[in-house]
């Protein structure tokens, strides 16, 4: 409804987005064995979720953006940059008008999601070890 859409496919398409996020949330909770990984998932895709995500919300994705940052191998990572990023864009959205249509707080929690997910997905051997420090090469 923010970009202008009638009720109805609005109600659809976020209904619509909700299952997704949740046959996603499952598909990789019955398949990874990494807990902070699968928190970290169900708590970005809970907010994303949501119809209507506030700033004040955003603090449940704390989760995500700490598993990304544990599993950055250095602060030039995607993961790592996500972290720096959406730092960035919470400080910079709290001090201009919101742009018409446009929810911050949607976008950062789908990056979060969507980065969670890709970190889950990537392959064991491209994970450093819990603690671990990667060796510059």
Known sequence: RAL????????AAQYGLAVAIMIVVGLVWRRSEDALG?????CAGAVLASPYAYAYEMAVLILPAAYLARQAADYRA????????????????????PPPGLQIAF???AAAFVMTLLTMLRPAHDHPPAGAVRQAA
């Open 107 to 109: 976008v950062i929690s």
């Open 4 to 11: 202008g859409a009638p009720a109805a496919p609005a109600v």
């Open 38 to 42: 699968k928190a970290a998932l169900l």
């Open 78 to 97: 995607p993961e790592a940059l996500w972290v720096m990023g959406g730092a960035i864009l919470m400080m910079v959205a709290a001090a201009l008008p």
